[in-house]
Every structure is written in structure tokens, then in C-alpha cells.
């Protein structure tokens, strides 16, 4: 062999190798662009699921609010007064927790969606711009739902303390009857 064909020979192995990890790099980078976008599909779904979730419960307590007030209003001679005014006490209470937690949603909403518009001037344009966005509104919906146990469990406690109260109260009642 030539001393001009062996340099030729470790030129091109050193070609042949620049571009096999070339081709490992972008298999790599693929990889991790496949999984982003799975962790992102996944983090989409979840928080759907959440604010789906969160809206049906919004809808059963709301719907529970007007038939217990209907109810309970038409209750205002036909139970002790005691018994009205704790069960009325037990709903208003569970109302305002709930009317307070809506209040709370839309103020930290308009404080997310500020903070989305900041970054959205202030953003030098470039493909991680909506990923920065999306993730910022993941988080702020993940923070969010964590927020709403702390209003849920009471708004419900409350609540469901003046149903059975009232349900106690018949209870009691068809048995003295029956009895």
C-alpha cells in the first residue's frame, strides 16, 4: 500500500465514522423529540381530564344549591327552628366556599393569563416559545386543581352536613310515625 492510500483509507474511516455518530445524534435527538411530545400528550390529557372533572363537579354542585334552597325554603314551618337555621347556616356555608373558590379560579386565571401575555411581548420569537407558554399553563391548571381540594372538601363537608341534617330530621320524624 501507498503511503497516499493509507492516509485515503484512515480519511475515509474517519468520514465513515463522522457520520455514523452523525446519524446516532439525530436517531437520538428523534428519540427525544418523540418522547417531549408524549410527556406533552400526556400532560394535555391529564389536565383536560382535570378541567372536565372539575367542570361536572361544578355543575353538580350548583344543581344541588337550587334544589336544596328550593327545598329547604319551603321547610321554614314545618321544622324547629334550631334545625332550619343550622341546615340554612350548613348550605350558606358550603355556598360561600364555593362562591369564593370560583372567585379565586377567575382571579388567578386573569393573574396567569397577565403573566402569559408578559411572556408573550417579552418572548424572543424561536420554536420554544409556545412550549415555555404550554408549560407555564400546565402548570398553573396543575396548581389550580391542587388549590380546589382545599375548596372542595369543606364546600362539600358543609353541604352534605345540612342534607343529612335535614334527612336525619325525616328520618326521625317517619319513625316517630310508623312508631
Not at 352536613?161 to 316517630?176: C, H, N, Q, S
Request: glycine fraction near 6%; proline fraction near 2%.
Amino acid at each position: 500500500m501507498r503511503r497516499g492510500e493509507g492516509n485515503w483509507h484512515e480519511a475515509m474511516e474517519n468520514a465513515v465514522e463522522s457520520v455514523v455518530n452523525e446519524i446516532n445524534d439525530i436517531k437520538k435527538f428523534q428519540q427525544d423529540c418523540e418522547r417531549d411530545k408524549n410527556i406533552a400528550m400526556m400532560m394535555q390529557m391529564a389536565e383536560k381530564q382535570m378541567t372536565h372533572s372539575t367542570s361536572y363537579t361544578n355543575l353538580i354542585l350548583v344543581a344541588g344549591y337550587a334544589g336544596y334552597f328550593a327545598f329547604w325554603s319551603t321547610l321554614v314551618t314545618k321544622l324547629p327552628s334550631w334545625l332550619y337555621a343550622l341546615s340554612g347556616l350548613l348550605a350558606l356555608l358550603s355556598l360561600l366556599l364555593f362562591i369564593s373558590w370560583e372567585v379565586t379560579k377567575m382571579t388567578w386565571g386573569t393573574v396567569h393569563l397577565n403573566r402569559i401575555n408578559k411572556m408573550i411581548i417579552k418572548t424572543v420569537r424561536g420554536p420554544n416559545v409556545l412550549q415555555i407558554i404550554d408549560a407555564a399553563s400546565s402548570l398553573h391548571n396543575v396548581r389550580i386543581n391542587k388549590l380546589w381540594l382545599w375548596f372542595l372538601v369543606p364546600t362539600l363537608t358543609f353541604g352534605i352536613g345540612a342534607g343529612l341534617l335535614l334527612l336525619g330530621y325525616f328520618a326521625i320524624e317517619v319513625w316517630k310515625s310508623v312508631h
